[in-house]
């Protein structure tokens, strides 16, 4: 019910904005040109953007990952960014990825929002000294000319180029149709008559220039307006300096609108945005005549002209923000906090996805990390589920210095509705891997990158094997280690006590720092599990002869070992992908070793 009142009002808005539109073509030609101006540099805008994600998406991940390890180099990392690809929202999505994927902190994260709103006052800058100063069209056509041939290549980087090429050419364009458009209006009408001063004048412009950067989702266009405007003679200063502040409000509800689908982390940073947008635009206007005042002295310093408004803006638009994130940064850690109360981390419902549920972009960096992530949760699941289904705990087989004691001692039946477990904890959580695997297979990844996403996949469907193998043995296990029965409770001890070790390695492989760890030290179990089954059938056959067991639970045992084997070599397989470093040198040696030997193969081919 819900979703359709929001869905009829998403209609009414936008046949509200087609019927003035409409209208207000009917009425003027001029606006018909300025109009045409904005979409035209809106359009610009998204293909620009979308030229930066395929020509350079990789390196801003590259850079993002490594230089955010401080607050100083977060925020140099947003502004910088942002500078180049004229594009905050992008930096924002890419940001919003990699913290929803874990791969930055929240005050990484927050750094890099600051920086990239510093970064959109370059746009300012390229706007009110190039674009109302300079006959930009005639720069416009060669680069859309150009941009266009390299779009029709294959090459995804000549594509990518040519994306970025007709952007920029669409962006001239545009902000010469709305020059022109604003000098035919201003000899017909004369807006500055709607001009208003003092208190009222910059709420009143404040809150248009809000709203117009929500209409039009960006704040770079609705500074191309103010300042074209400004250029003209059609808006006095003062009311100018009002529509900057305003813009800098109506960009929060673009990353508001992007954070719905996100997960908790993305939408602090959503909310840190509000926060610091909002706070710096109340300063901003607070303080509007001293800023102005500092405005005067830095232009007059600076060698712009007393009427040059349309510059004296763009130092405007930059001051403010520095003020804004030099009031900030000292309340970081505060922020921080109240973040983390206002949006609580969420609990543990452990059957659903934490980390590929967040909207993660078509980055392959936050994609592959948000999986790596997702696996781990699901490979803690199903160890837990193994371990309680076989009569372990795994707490006990972590702190445990003697695994085969515990193992021994743990006699009593822990009482867990297995095929429920495995419905709510291990199934659900898998088929949203699957599918989550399959949408982004789809993409446009490199292909070292999807081959790191099928192996991923891989060791889920790994883990999923190891609790169905734990499943088949659950009921001889419980049958023979709730009592002692003899010979047979001892073999099936061994049994529990070689999967018990090989978790807790894990376990313990796990809690070395990242750089300590390494999917080689799991090799050497690899090598030994080839010879799981041949060594308990022979212990079983001497045990038999002996007459210790019966034919009957012999029988059981050789075939509970099979699926054992096949249980230890599905944990590997999934640990193994786990801790993979595929970037590293080091992968490489570890996919040579993986190459099963042939007792290896024999063993696997025993349990198809």
Same mark, same amino acid.
């Given at each position: 019910?819900?979703?359709?009142?929001?869905?009829?009002?998403?209609?009414?808005?936008?046949?509200?904005?087609?019927?003035?539109?409409?209208?207000?073509?009917?009425?003027?030609?001029?606006?018909?040109?300025?109009?045409?101006?904005?979409?035209?540099?809106?359009?610009?805008?998204?293909?620009?953007?979308?030229?930066?994600?395929?020509?350079?998406?990789?390196?801003?991940?590259?850079?993002?990952?490594?230089?955010?390890?401080?607050?100083?180099?977060?925020?140099?990392?947003?502004?910088?960014?942002?500078?180049?690809?004229?594009?905050?929202?992008?930096?924002?999505?890419?940001?919003?990825?990699?913290?929803?994927?874990?791969?930055?902190?929240?005050?990484?994260?927050?750094?890099?929002?600051?920086?990239?709103?510093?970064?959109?006052?370059?746009?300012?800058?390229?706007?009110?000294?190039?674009?109302?100063?300079?006959?930009?069209?005639?720069?416009? +056509?060669?680069?859309?000319?150009?941009?266009?041939?390299?779009?029709?290549?294959?090459?995804?980087?000549?594509?990518?180029?040519?994306?970025?090429?007709?952007?920029?050419?669409?962006?001239? +364009?545009?902000?010469?149709?709305?020059?022109?458009?604003?000098?035919?209006?201003?000899?017909?009408?004369?807006?500055?008559?709607?001009?208003?001063?003092?208190?009222?004048?910059?709420?009143?412009?404040?809150?248009?220039?809000?709203?117009?950067?929500?209409?039009?989702?960006?704040?770079?266009?609705?500074?191309?307006?103010?300042?074209?405007?400004?250029?003209?003679?059609?808006?006095?200063?003062?009311?100018?300096?009002?529509?900057?502040?305003?813009?800098?409000?109506?960009?929060?509800?673009?990353?508001?609108?992007?954070?719905?689908?996100?997960?908790?982390?993305?939408? *602090?940073?959503?909310?840190?945005?509000?926060?610091?947008?909002?706070?710096?635009?109340?300063?901003?206007?607070?303080?509007?005549?001293? +800023?102005?005042?500092?405005?005067?002295?830095?232009?007059?310093?600076?060698?712009?002209?007393?009427?040059?408004?349309?510059?004296?803006?763009?130092?405007?638009?930059?001051?403010?923000?520095?003020?804004?994130?030099?009031?900030?940064?000292?309340?970081?850690?505060?922020?921080?906090?109240?973040?983390?109360?206002?949006?609580?981390?969420?609990?543990?419902?452990?059957?659903?996805?934490?980390?590929?549920?967040?909207?993660?972009?078509?980055?392959?960096?936050?994609?592959?990390?948000?999986?790596?992530?997702?696996?781990?949760?699901?490979? *803690?699941?199903?160890?837990?589920?193994?371990?309680?289904?076989?009569?372990?705990?795994?707490?006990?087989?972590?702190?445990?210095?003697?695994?085969?004691?515990?193992?021994?001692?743990?006699?009593?039946?822990?009482?867990?509705?297995?095929?429920?477990?495995?419905?709510?904890?291990?199934?659900?959580?898998?088929?949203?891997?699957?599918?989550?695997?399959?949408?982004?297979?789809?993409?446009?990844?490199?292909?070292?990158?999807?081959?790191?996403?099928?192996?991923?996949?891989?060791?889920?469907?790994?883990?999923?094997?190891?609790?169905?193998?734990?499943?088949?043995?659950?009921?001889?296990?419980?049958?023979?280690?709730?009592?002692?029965?003899?010979?047979?409770?001892?073999?099936?001890?061994?049994?529990?006590?070689?999967?018990?070790?090989?978790?807790?390695?894990?376990?313990?492989?796990?809690?070395?720092?990242?750089?300590?760890?390494?999917?080689?030290?799991?090799?050497?179990?690899?090598?030994? +599990?080839?010879?799981?089954?041949?060594?308990?059938?022979?212990?079983?056959?001497?045990?038999?002869?002996?007459?210790?067991?019966?034919?009957?639970?012999?029988?059981?045992?050789?075939?509970?070992?099979?699926?054992?084997?096949?249980?230890?070599?599905?944990?590997?397989?999934?640990?193994?992908?786990?801790?993979?470093?595929?970037?590293?040198?080091?992968?490489?040696?570890?996919?040579?070793?993986?190459?099963?030997?042939?007792?290896?193969?024999?063993?696997?081919?025993?349990?198809?």
């Amino acid at each position: 019910m819900k979703f359709l009142i929001r869905q009829h009002a998403t209609s009414l808005r936008l046949a509200l904005i087609l019927g003035l539109l409409v209208l207000a073509f009917a009425f003027s030609t001029d606006f018909q040109r300025i109009a045409a101006g904005v979409a035209v540099f809106l359009l610009g805008m998204m293909m620009l953007e979308d030229g930066f994600k395929a020509l350079g998406g990789s390196v801003l991940e590259r850079m993002l990952s490594r230089a955010t390890g401080t607050l100083p180099r977060a925020l140099g990392f947003g502004a910088a960014a942002t500078a180049i690809t004229q594009s905050s929202s992008l930096v924002s999505v890419i940001s919003i990825s990699f913290l929803s994927a874990g791969l930055i902190t929240l005050q990484a994260g927050i750094g890099i929002i600051f920086g990239a709103n510093l970064g959109t006052t370059t746009g300012a800058w390229l706007i009110a000294g190039v674009g109302v100063k300079v006959d930009i069209a005639a720069y416009a +056509l060669p680069l859309l000319a150009l941009g266009t041939v390299l779009m029709f290549q294959r090459d995804p980087r000549s594509h990518g180029g040519g994306q970025v090429l007709t952007g920029v050419g669409l962006l001239f +364009l545009g902000i010469a149709f709305i020059k022109d458009g604003f000098d035919a209006f201003s000899a017909g009408f004369d807006l500055t008559r709607l001009a208003l001063g003092g208190i009222v004048g910059l709420v009143v412009y404040a809150s248009l220039g809000a709203l117009a950067t929500v209409v039009m989702q960006s704040s770079h266009a609705a500074m191309l307006l103010v300042i074209t405007a400004l250029a003209s003679g059609q808006i006095g200063y003062d009311n100018a300096l009002a529509v900057a502040i305003g813009a800098n409000i109506g960009t929060t509800v673009t990353a508001l609108i992007g954070a719905g689908s996100a997960n908790y982390q993305g939408k *602090r940073l959503a909310l840190a945005h509000l926060i610091f947008n909002t706070m710096t635009a109340c300063v901003a206007l607070v303080l509007i005549v001293p +800023l102005r005042f500092a405005v005067d002295g830095i232009s007059d310093a600076l060698g712009i002209g007393a009427d040059d408004f349309a510059l004296r803006l763009a130092v405007f638009h930059t001051l403010f923000n520095l003020l804004g994130i030099g009031l900030m940064i000292p309340l970081i850690p505060r922020l921080i906090r109240f973040l983390e109360r206002r949006i609580a981390t969420p609990s543990s419902s452990i059957s659903r996805p934490r980390f590929i549920a967040a909207q993660l972009g078509d980055f392959p960096a936050p994609i592959l990390a948000a999986l790596q992530n997702e696996l781990w949760h699901l490979y *803690r699941n199903a160890a837990a589920l193994i371990s309680e289904g076989l009569n372990m705990r795994l707490e006990d087989l972590r702190a445990s210095r003697d695994v085969a004691t515990t193992v021994s001692r743990s006699r009593e039946a822990i009482g867990v509705d297995f095929d429920a477990r495995y419905h709510d904890k291990i199934k659900s959580l898998h088929a949203a891997i699957l599918d989550f695997t399959a949408s982004k297979a789809s993409l446009a990844l490199p292909k070292d990158a999807q081959a790191r996403l099928q192996e991923l996949r891989d060791g889920a469907n790994a883990l999923v094997r190891a609790v169905k193998a734990a499943k088949h043995m659950r009921a001889n296990v419980q049958r023979f280690t709730q009592g002692e029965h003899g010979a047979i409770t001892s073999l099936y001890d061994a049994l529990r006590s070689e999967i018990g070790e090989l978790l807790a390695e894990i376990a313990q492989l796990e809690a070395l720092p990242e750089d300590q760890r390494s999917a080689l030290t799991l090799q050497e179990d690899r090598a030994a +599990l080839g010879q799981t089954y041949a060594t308990y059938a022979l212990r079983a056959e001497r045990l038999l002869q002996a007459r210790q067991i019966s034919a009957g639970n012999a029988a059981s045992f050789l075939n509970d070992a099979r699926y054992a084997e096949e249980l230890l070599l599905s944990v590997l397989d999934a640990a193994q992908a786990y801790f993979r470093e595929p970037d590293s040198a080091l992968a490489e040696i570890e996919r040579i070793l993986e190459t099963p030997p042939d007792e290896t193969a024999q063993g696997r081919a025993g349990l198809s």
